[in-house]
């Protein structure tokens, strides 16, 4: 594999020096009498030279701390990347995002750019096959000079794409005795699902309300119809491209046991920027549609982008709200005890800091540290409470993914670093699966969602796997459990079903309800859908025997 390397860098490398094609592709907007010294990216994603990667969700991403120093001794700043993905054989430039800014400027995905050449019309880049990333900075000086910097390059090479088994199923069930149902469809972009607390068997109230990412709130009733509970919860249009821009929305959902209010997670735009939000719903109709809204918690100055977003809300045992924050791809705010993002907060249900929180101190009045209960997080984007066993979170990293147990007070050190993500951690998936839900099999909860005996007390999580693949995949589109040792440890996982079919879905949201785990497949299943047609499902994994 070292040689293979070798040979896939020095061929792309051979191109460029022999300027085949290269010249005109190359920007012309740097300023040929600047004098700024720039540096070259140091690129962090893909993490090593001949990493494999899913060709539909190529992570591409620069250290950014790298990115603030590269215009060295100079009065410049990062102006824009130019992001490229070049094939080796033959050698050609097959996807470019030209001068992205953002903060893609650091995290790009392939919605950020546009397919040419052999691939034009694509939206994936073809499976096993070798690539090279080539990445650049643009500097931006005061007097209007601009200058582009070397590129830094990364060879790397797509998975083989997965056959689906010719059981014509569109869910493989990996153990014995267990069946998946569709119990509901007509869904758009189906996040995360909360089940109704204590729910009746009365057909006509509430059992799960759905998150849909794009500004609505569904419920499905006991007789598994689906009714709009909420909308046009969004004030932007959160339309964009998957993967990238259109990671954006509306997720995290919680219904309060007392009043039957829904909590929800949204994103809220001011001056063009988005900023996370906490609302409560309230209905006067039994829950089937939302009468008013209110704003919990407002988070001004927190911008937040695609996927890295404001997720999972949970309520606890001690009654109080706790909303899971990506880092808005910054890092840097993760840790920083000033900032909400990058954090586990909790909350009272009105949107005031408990007094017992681990930062609190009103004595400078109340900030985000009043509300931080756990810090250090990447995209924390799923979170379950294990019965009489503390609260869980699995996370989104670079590469790598970890599932950790939330402790009150706990710094979890993610800094920009893939290998921060190792501390500390339960378990790590060493090859990123983007873990997304937790459920937890308890029999005091919804009978224990029906499952035997031996199942009490696991946990279950959702891997969404590579977003908008097609297909089976080897990472991923799958739920699998956890078991616990008695010293708190895990072992696993072990697949409990994986997708089988021909289109997109995969699995996002997960639940314990009365009868067996509730999943949202985020996206349509049909092969020629698009994202966001409203034929997207939710499942149920039933224990029959």
């Not at 050190?413 to 099999?441: C, D, H, K």
């Not at 977003?467 to 996982?493: H, M």
Request: charged letters at 25%; a negative charge; glycine letters at 12%.
């Amino acid at each position: 594999m070292r040689a293979r390397n070798i040979l896939v860098a020095a061929a792309v490398l051979a191109v460029v020096a022999g300027g085949a094609g290269w010249a005109a592709l190359r920007p012309t907007a740097s300023a040929p009498d600047s004098d700024v010294a720039a540096d070259a990216p140091v690129i962090t994603e893909p993490a090593v030279e001949g990493r494999l990667v899913s060709g539909a969700d190529v992570h591409m991403e620069t250290a950014p701390a790298a990115a603030g120093a590269a215009a060295h001794g100079h009065a410049a700043t990062l102006g824009c990347t130019d992001w490229e993905i070049w094939t080796v054989q033959p050698a050609q430039r097959v996807w470019f995002g030209g001068c992205v800014g953002g903060t893609q400027k650091v995290h790009a995905h392939l919605g950020d750019g546009v397919f040419e050449n052999e691939f034009a019309g694509r939206r994936d880049l073809a499976p096993d096959r070798d690539y090279a990333l080539r990445v650049r900075y643009r500097f931006d000086q005061a007097a209007g000079q601009t200058v582009w910097g070397p590129y830094a390059q990364r060879a790397f090479r797509t998975d083989q794409q997965r056959k689906a088994l010719p059981t014509g199923e569109r869910w493989t069930v990996r153990q014995p005795g267990y069946r998946v149902e569709e119990v509901a469809g007509g869904f758009e972009l189906p996040v995360h699902i909360a089940m109704v607390p204590e729910h009746s068997d009365d057909r006509d109230k509430p059992l799960a309300y759905v998150t849909e990412l794009y500004g609505s709130i569904k419920v499905i009733t006991g007789d598994f119809r689906t009714r709009t509970y909420a909308g046009k919860l969004l004030n932007f249009d959160p339309s964009g491209t998957f993967p990238g821009k259109g990671e954006t929305g509306v997720t995290g959902v919680v219904v309060e046991p007392r009043t039957g209010d829904v909590f929800a997670a949204v994103l809220h735009e001011s001056g063009g920027k988005h900023y996370p939000r906490v609302i409560r719903l309230h209905s006067e109709d039994g829950g089937l549609h939302a009468k008013t809204q209110t704003t919990v918690l407002d988070m001004p100055g927190e911008s937040q982008e695609a996927a890295h977003q404001i997720s999972q809300l949970n309520i606890g045992p001690d009654g109080r709200l706790y909303v899971h924050m990506g880092d808005g791809m910054t890092p840097e705010t993760a840790r920083d005890l000033d900032s909400f993002r990058g954090k586990i907060l909790r909350l009272n249900l009105d949107g005031t800091a408990p007094d017992d929180n681990p930062y609190y101190d009103a004595r400078d009045g109340i900030t985000s540290r009043d509300y931080v209960y756990a810090l250090g997080f990447r995209n924390p984007f799923g979170g379950a409470w294990r019965p009489g066993g503390g609260y869980y979170e699995v996370e989104n990293g670079t590469s790598i993914d970890r599932l950790a147990k939330v402790d009150k007070g706990v710094d979890y050190q993610w800094n920009g670093e893939r290998e921060s993500m190792r501390q500390p951690a339960l378990y790590v998936w060493e090859r990123s699966t983007a873990p997304t839900a937790i459920a937890f099999i308890d029999p005091q909860v919804n009978h224990g969602a029906g499952f035997p005996q031996d199942k009490y007390g696991h946990m279950f999580v959702a891997e969404s796997g590579p977003t908008y693949a097609v297909g089976p995949q080897e990472l991923g589109k799958r739920i699998v459990e956890f078991t616990f040792r008695p010293d708190g440890s895990v072992t696993g996982p072990q697949p409990l079903i994986e997708y089988n079919g021909k289109g997109r879905s995969t699995v996002v949201g997960l639940a314990a309800g009365p009868d067996g785990l509730y999943f949202t497949a985020l996206w349509p299943d049909g092969e020629k859908d698009k994202p966001t047609s409203a034929d997207a499902k939710v499942y149920r994994v039933r224990y029959t025997g």
